[in-house]
């Protein structure tokens, strides 16, 4: 149904021991919008980033992607049902080629087993032609085609993050979660990177959720934005909503 939001996330808490990461947060996003999730030091973000790929289970509440409450499915189903991430740190094959790390993004969603392929190879072969047509085409819409060959150690930083990129999008997912993108760009990259996510959000009609702390950026590129709090939902709105939400202001200038 595609008036359902895509991710709809309703009462979420979680607790470790003692510590309340997340209380009661609840909103929706809708397909093909960018979203900003922002929020102080220790809000909240990485921990909700955590449970929406599975690696947390909330203590409370519900997380419904496509209607399917998340808990049901176990984490490594997770790219199957179509949540793709990024992660703070790179996460790449430093020593391998940048295709080969793209192709790598590929196999986390047909991974149906070493054993049930060797017994099809002509369907695999057929798979490893897809696969490899696709990873053309994203290094080509993310502008490596250059560096195709080039072994990821040799890439300036920011061209690297596009080889995460580039990897997370090989899946195919529908909903792609970027953790603090911009964290170590500099400013050319910051504005780059604003554009290309404009780019992957059309082209392929992404719904894409990001946590960030560049709040130029955040507000130039979402369509709404969820601001957290000490594990609470504070404001939810348009960038200029948010921005202007007088709990949004006294969390980032820590006034009383
Ligand atoms: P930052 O912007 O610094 O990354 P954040 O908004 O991502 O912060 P979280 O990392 O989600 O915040 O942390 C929320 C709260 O939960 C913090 O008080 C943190 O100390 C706590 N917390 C997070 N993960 C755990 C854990 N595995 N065990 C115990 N406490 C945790």
Redo the contacts with the bound molecule.
Sequence with gaps: DPSLPLLDVRGVT?R??G????DGVSFAIARGAITGLI????????????CLSRL?VPTEGSILFEGTPLEQSPAHRIAALGIGRTF?NLALFRTMSVRDNVMVGGHCRTGSGFLANALRLPAVRREEHRLSDQAERLMALLDLQDVAQRPVSDLPFGTAKRVEFARALMSEPKLLLLD?PAGGLNHEEVDGLRQLLRRIQSELRLTILL?E?HMNLVMRVSDQVVA?D??RKIADGTPAEVQAHPDVVRAYLGAE
Aim: net charge neutral.
């Design positions: 979680v470790f021991g510590i309340t990461a997340l929020g102080p030091n220790g809000a909240g973000k990485t921990t909700l980033f955590n947390y703070q603090e946590v702390h957290l000490f594990g």
